[in-house]
């Protein structure tokens, strides 16, 4: 029998009886670090505890090897909390329980072992206890009657080693401007959706309310990513409109088409004044020729501006090089324009 350190023993007792079962399989048998999605060398690796093996492979790697589920779930119990947790659910559904098999019924009450968000991204599964299973292990006590809440999680009472989750929401706006600040090319490192709310956050830092549209970048907006007005103490209201654009390859610049989408927008619901197109790369100067030529004010902001924005100055000359100097309001009739310290409270 082999001890590993730092491996509770509950962990090492089911990594025993994986090695006993590896040992007796035949020849001919699948390989079971196949089964499991892994090679050879890492699953012995896991086995030795230089490598953690994630709970959703575990319980496969259990259920082939025909280990009790008392013993799996007292492991699990050890490994939960770091990237996955238990919740007890009534099923939607029919599942089939992830480990005995048996069928959970549509309205049964069962235990799910459900990745943490960023975990389930990268292809980790859910997996579905039934009751049977469950308390075979204490995951749920015995009740005569068990209540549902109005969004149908059930308030079943846990054995004491399962303990809720605790997720707790932080701020990292301001670390992430000074790690980009420090690399700018993690401007690029950023996916779509941390893009949009970087962008999020820099106007609302501006002083303007800002509010995503759509349920996700990849969701149906009507051709605008961010809406923004002026704060309620701003005695002159507008409405803005912008259109977020990110690339990962710094070479490919934005053209002249998300402008027109932007720009026909706007002409369809009047109540826009404003719009913008944020970039994390370059414009054309097709892009830029275009903008130029609108009848409606359309500013573009690219990799440079963002780099001022995420320093936090918002007053820059630069903001100001859509509006011109000097405007003729008609033959002999001109006026020039001028900036004065308002710009730094709001700016349209």
């Not at 005995?100 to 968000?117: H, Q």
């Amino acid at each position: 029998m082999h001890r590993t350190a730092n491996i509770p023993s509950e962990l090492q007792l089911i990594f025993d009886q994986i090695r006993l079962g590896i040992d007796r399989r035949s020849p001919l048998s699948p390989d079971i670090a196949g089964l499991i999605g892994v090679s050879k060398s890492f699953l012995q690796s896991c086995l030795t505890g230089k490598r953690r093996l994630a709970p959703s492979r575990l319980i496969v790697l259990c259920r082939e090897m025909g280990i009790d589920f008392k013993s799996v779930g007292a492991a699990l119990d050890k490994l939960v909390g770091e990237s996955s947790y238990l919740r007890i659910s009534r099923a939607a559904r029919p599942y089939d329980c992830s480990y005995c098999r048996t069928a959970i019924n549509k309205g049964d009450k069962y235990i799910r072992l459900e990745p943490f968000g960023p975990t389930r991204q990268t292809g980790a599964e859910v997996h579905y206890f039934c009751r049977a299973c469950s308390m075979v292990v204490d995951w749920i006590k015995p009740t005569p009657e068990m209540a549902a809440t109005d969004n149908q999680q059930l308030l079943l009472p846990f054995a004491e080693h399962v303990k809720p989750s605790c997720v707790r929401l932080l701020d990292i706006s301001h670390t992430l401007a000074a790690r980009i600040l420090a690399d700018p090319s993690e401007l690029l490192q950023l996916t779509p959706s941390q893009f949009e709310e970087l962008i999020l956050d820099r106007l609302s830092v501006m002083g303007l309310h800002a509010q995503p549209v759509g349920r996700g970048t990849f969701s149906r907006d009507g051709g605008i990513d961010i809406i923004f007005t002026p704060p309620k103490s701003f005695p002159f209201p507008f409405l803005g409109a912008v259109q977020v654009k990110h690339r990962s390859d710094p070479r490919r610049s934005v053209g002249p088409a998300p402008l027109r989408e932007l720009l026909g927008v706007m002409f369809a619901n009047r109540f826009f004044a404003a719009g913008m197109v944020v970039t994390n790369t370059t414009f054309t100067p097709d892009a830029r020729d275009f903008a130029a030529r609108s009848p409606s004010l359309l500013r573009l902001r690219d990799f440079h501006d963002l780099m001022r924005w995420v320093g936090d100055n918002f007053t820059d000359e630069a903001e100001w090089r859509e509006l011109p100097k000097r405007i003729q309001l008609c033959d002999g009739v001109s006026i020039d324009l001028v900036q004065t310290d308002a710009k730094q409270q709001i700016m349209p």
